[in-house]
């Protein structure tokens, strides 16, 4: 089988288009140091005339679950939540259920799981195997990037306790940002547990956060890699991250000689305007480790009243951090967007998938 190529150009930027393509491999199977399997994907996001990003996605039972369809039992709280009507006959139903509705401590629960899988996987195994304790460090990104457990995967699958050092990082409007009218603002960066000495020792900087136009992520990468002088990969765990996004990423100069490298659950992203924040899936199988995956996803969400593929706009993170941290403001956020672009709810489109 050949490989892949999906060619991409943006251009809502005049001062900044972007064209270039990413090239995907098949995936390769791969058992992970805390058994299971799974596979992955090595892949490179190629900028014309700007270099580009090295990308490893990944397919296990829990990234399948996280960014299409699981099976779950309808209980009363979830479906008290959607404000479905006649609740009470749908509690203890078997149901298919889409990621976004993976919410809260639930939420939480599976991507610890998926986090796992990822970091004892090949690609990683690789980077962390030959490394002592000392020259790891975990930087999640405050609010999502606190929930994916990855300094804990980092013990589970090779016995390391990693130095973690928590950052605030987040979006403030600024309308002199074209397209995107959004600046970062970094507040907290809680590195003062590690004097200069053990700061030099890092060697590789693992940071968790998704990443939808890659502003954040930008900004987080030089920052470290100025107060950590010595990195040698800086490793993003990132598992809804946008094409776009790569892009700024690929386009930006690091301080330091590191290698950055990104990993992603299962597939790329398609940033939607107007303001390219929500993003959605790609309608090309290929781009998905599990064709078929992709195919009941888009069945699932369906068509709206215009014929309308509502799988086209569903933003795979909606809330972002507030479906970890706020269920409620998550399915908000959903129905606001829904009924905008599709004229229907959630709870519209669970009760027509039964």
Known sequence: MTNIKHPFSFEEDPSNPLTGHVDMEQPLPSETTIGGSGFYRPARLSLQGDGGLDLVLYHNPYTAAFIYLREAVLDRHLVDLL???????????????????????????????????????????????????????????????????????????????????????????????????????????????????????????????????????????????????????????????????????????????ARVRVHVFETLLNALPPDYYYSAHINRPDLHIDPALEQEYRAWWGVDAHGNFIADTACAGYGWSEAFYSPRKQIQMMNSELKTRHGLTIAEILLRNL
């Open 83 to 257: 404000e479905v009507p006649q609740a009470a006959a749908l509690v203890g139903k078997k149901v298919k259920l889409p990621g976004q509705l993976m919410m809260g401590a639930e939420r939480t629960s599976w991507i610890d799981r998926a986090t796992r899988y990822l970091i004892g996987a090949a690609p990683l195994a690789s980077t962390v195997g030959p490394r002592q304790q000392e020259n790891l460090a975990v930087f999640p990104i405050a609010r999502e990037g606190l929930k994916y457990g990855v300094a804990e995967a980092l013990h589970a699958n090779y016995g390391h306790y990693c130095d973690e050092i928590l950052l605030d990082a987040h979006h403030v409007f600024d309308s002199s940002v074209p397209v995107y009218n959004r600046k970062v603002e970094l507040g907290i960066f809680k590195d003062k547990d590690l004097d200069k000495g053990q700061k030099d020792k890092i060697r590789v900087a693992f940071i968790a956060d998704s990443i939808a136009s890659g502003l954040v992520m930008k900004e987080v990468i030089a920052r470290i890699s100025e107060r950590f002088e010595h990195l040698q990969h800086v490793e993003v765990i990132a598992p809804l991250t946008t094409i776009r996004g790569l892009c700024r990423l690929a386009a930006a100069p690091v301080a330091s000689q």
